[in-house]
């Protein structure tokens, strides 16, 4: 089959108390305006992020600081997948088969340039695919999305590509749509920083630590974006962000509280985020079972939403949102018991095992609205059970270290806050992740279970979401790396002179082209 489409796009009362008073920011006296362009400018559109991209790399895409930028603005995929509906659509490849069990056939659309005016045709997807999967570059997409997968790769012309795996896989077309398309010549052995790409934005300027700027690409083969130019800023305070939206200081700002005061220029919506405690369950205490569930015990999901997120999530009992295939309904929350984790904690000091070892519990700075209020809740709760918690708040960057492997040596025990957004709406992105053995975010996993899921990879349709969802309901008892904290939900400033409606992808991918200045029609994509 092929596809053608056209493109759319009880907390204890007093520790939560404590938690939550004192963290008004001041948010007056925000004055950022849009300088570069002489004031203001209704042909750029402002945007404020949470913190600055710690790359423009595009094999770094699935990197939500990443992908918020460049996805389907400065580079685009051959495939991208509607966040409303879950389908694939049309995108720098026009049509898709599979050509034989282990092939798929891709067709690339004529007439497409990059923004330095070089044609990309086939061989340029097949350099890109083979950069982001089969280099050495050590791409959180490959990681991310294709494991230890080695693509084979052939054009037989400049419109046609090729791509084999070793084994038959069904979704392939999916895992393509997370490559985005850069030219035949991008450095295979070291990452781009600003990279040249085929969307409708070219990268104009970036003032690190200061503005990243685009401007609209005069060779994009598509329809023309509404706004000429746009103006990334980032301020880490959500109370700051939503002052600029009030003050109309900026167009869009991101990653919201309740609480930040963006009042009635602030729009709810359905992200695909999960939050979830991640344990090195290799290191002592965290390597025995019942330190692990004496965690989960602990955490109190429903107070944390209700007092600090108020009420913007969903209590979490696995790792994906529902709409996501493989998402079990039937999986209760873990109950809140401290009793019971200090009982497991007792009970594992008495066997010896160094529970009063330090445990580091890592959070990332602006990682989500509360986050550091989250993570003081966490610690209060950890150590009201006999544990030795100790917070370390990190950049992204640096944070990246401990999600990521190789994990560095020495670490110690920690417990890292993890926010996932499985982007592709298939369970296999978060298992691979998150649950072999080997995958590249995992911190634990066993033979037997990567044989379980290694095989539900292989199924498809019903057999497929079956597989998946024992998968979530076993793991606690085989696995148990994660305490599981919420499903998010997020809110976006919008400034009046914008029309944008956002949807569960907008946390990892906001496509400029969607957003026309008020009143105005949304703009459609040349077939």
Known sequence: MFSRASRPSTLRHQVLAVALAGVTVAASGCTVANSRHGGYDPNTLRIVLAQEPPTLEPCESSLTSTGIVVRSNITEPLIERD???????????????????????????????????????????????????????NCNVDGYVFGDEKLELATPDDSTLVVGTKTPDP???LRISFVEIVPTGTSMTEKVREPIGTGPYAIDGW????????????????????????????????????????????????????EDGAEDLGVPFQNNETTALRMQATEAPLNDMRVRQAINYAVNREGIVKALFRGLGDPASQLIPSGVVGYNADLPLWPHDPDKAKQLID???????????????????????????????????????GLNVKIEMM????????????????????????????QAGDA????DQYMLSDGAQASYGTPEFDKKIRA????????????????????????????????MKGILGKSPRV??????????????????????????VAQ
């Open 456 to 487: 539900a990879e292989e199924l498809t349709g019903q057999q497929r979401q079956e597989a998946f969802a024992k998968l979530f309901a076993e793991e606690p008892q085989e696995i148990m790396s994660m305490a599981y904290l919420a499903h």
């Open 347 to 385: 009970e594992a000091r008495a066997d010896g095992v160094p529970v009063d070892t330090e445990i580091r519990l890592i959070g990332r700075t602006a990682q989500f609205p509360k986050i550091s209020e989250t993570i003081e809740v966490l610690q209060s709760e950890f150590s009201e059970i």
């Open 428 to 431: 296999a992105f978060t298992m």
């Open 499 to 524: 029309d944008y409606t956002p949807n569960s992808a907008t946390g990892d991918e906001m496509r400029l082209a969607e957003m026309t200045p008020a009143g105005s029609t949304t703009p459609t």
């Open 207 to 258: 003032e690190y630590g200061q503005k990243l700027f685009l401007e609209r690409n005069d060779t994009y083969w598509g329809e023309k974006p509404p706004f000429a130019r746009a103006e990334y800023q980032w301020r880490s305070e959500g109370s700051v962000r939503a002052a600029m939206i009030t003050n109309d200081e900026t167009d869009i700002a991101v990653s919201l509280g309740p």
């Open 171 to 173: 979704i392939l077309p």
């Open 395 to 422: 950049d992204t960057s640096n944070q990246l270290l401990y999600q990521l492997r190789p994990f560095p040596e020495g670490a110690g025990p920690y417990v890292l806050m993890i926010m996932h957004g499985n």
């Open 83 to 137: 966040p409303n509906t879950g389908d694939l659509q049309p995108l720098l490849a026009t049509e898709w088969r599979q050509t034989s069990p282990n092939q798929w056939t891709f067709t690339v659309r004529d007439g497409v340039t990059f923004s330095n005016g070089a044609p990309m045709t086939a061989k340029d997807a097949a350099y890109s695919i083979d950069r982001a999967v089969n280099s050495d570059l």
